[in-house]
């Protein structure tokens, strides 16, 4: 079993900035991807970006140039740094563990509410 724990959601102005982070705790293997998604009211749940073990990256169009997302494999830590927000950025966002070695498992966070409006 794996645990992931997000803080850093909350109400900012467009054009403002935060950052999210999501710790995994528990059965971690080493070879595997963490990132974002998000679900605004009535939509979908979409992926905002993701990385893998190795470095790779992969962001939404919609959020290319603006969000950045890291990692800290010592700490089994994902960030995502999220600049020139939008309030069409407004949603929850899901923190995402998942691995496919040696076999497949998606985990999720609890979501956190990011909103974005003057």
């Known amino acids: 079993q794996v645990q992931l724990v997000e803080s850093g959601g909350g109400l900012v102005q467009p054009g403002g900035s935060l950052r999210l982070s999501c710790a995994a705790s528990?059965?971690?293997?080493?070879?595997?991807?963490m990132g974002w998604y998000r679900q605004a009211p009535g939509q979908e749940r979409d992926v905002v970006a993701t990385i893998h073990s190795s470095g790779n990256t992969n962001y939404a169009d919609s959020v290319k140039g603006r969000f950045a997302i890291s990692r800290d494999n010592a700490k089994n830590t994902v960030y995502l740094q999220m600049n020139s927000l939008k309030p069409e950025d407004s949603a929850v966002y899901f923190c995402?563990?998942?691995?496919?070695?040696?076999?497949?498992?998606?985990?999720w966070g609890q979501g956190t509410q990011v909103t974005v409006s003057s």
């Open positions: 528990g059965s971690i293997f080493s070879i595997n991807t």
């Open positions: 995402y563990y998942g691995f496919r070695i040696p076999y497949s498992k998606d985990y």
